[in-house]
């Protein structure tokens, strides 16, 4: 298993998950309410940069491995997962949009292990509205963790809800996108 700085991000993506979690678990008289929301988005969203950046790093100074290529979307799918059903348990997400989102990642892991066994592994390569999908979980999880209003005055529980929901929609659209793709070239292979 290499070791370098990107896998090091990635690594320190999932470590987070526990931390950001348990924020949520502290009494009251340890932090307040608004302390436990401002730190858990600010973990997440750190999180959620390591995604970005551990891929750009990687690239730039030639770090890729099949390794790094490996857990890198499962550190970004742990700490969603992870995010979606501690905002279902604190009733700032659907249970329905966790479902949706949970439920398209596990499917498109599972049709890249299939498409990567038939030798077919370009037909679901991350593309564009993928990137845009991960982009609106990553924002509209952020929103609903910190919750507070911002400056007394922007509803971020509104913003995130809306967020949360149009994030749902791309996951559906992606998971549309990368099956059309793939099934045919699947059905051409057997």
């Known amino acids: ?12 993506r999932i470590l987070i998950i526990p931390f950001f ?7 009251e008289s340890a ?3 608004h302390g436990k929301n401002m730190l858990a988005a600010l973990l997440f969203l750190a999180g959620a940069i390591t995604d970005w950046l551990d891929g750009w790093l990687a690239r730039t100074l030639k770090q890729t491995s099949s390794f790094g290529a ?5 550190a970004d799918k742990l700490l969603v997962a992870a995010a979606l059903v501690m905002l279902v348990r604190l009733d700032r997400a659907d249970a ?13 892991s599972a049709l890249r292990e299939w498409m990567a066994r038939i030798g077919e592994t370009r037909s679901v390569a991350v593309s564009a509205l993928g990137k845009l999908k991960t982009a609106s979980q990553m924002t509209a999880i952020t929103i609903l963790l910190w919750h507070d209003p ?3 005055l922007l509803d971020l529980r509104l913003i ?4 949360i929901y ?11 996108y990368y099956l059309r793709m793939a099934i045919p070239r699947a059905r051409a292979r057997q």
């Open 1 to 12: 298993m290499p070791m370098n700085v990107p896998i090091l991000l990635t690594w320190a």
């Open 21 to 27: 979690l348990g924020l949520f678990y502290l009494p």
């Open 31 to 33: 932090l307040t309410g």
């Open 70 to 74: 490996f857990l890198d979307p499962v």
């Open 96 to 108: 329905i949009v966790a479902v949706i989102i949970i439920g398209r990642e596990i499917t498109i």
């Open 150 to 152: 911002l400056f007394g």
């Open 160 to 163: 995130g809800t809306a967020l």
């Open 166 to 176: 149009v994030a749902a929609l791309l996951t559906l659209w992606s998971m549309a």
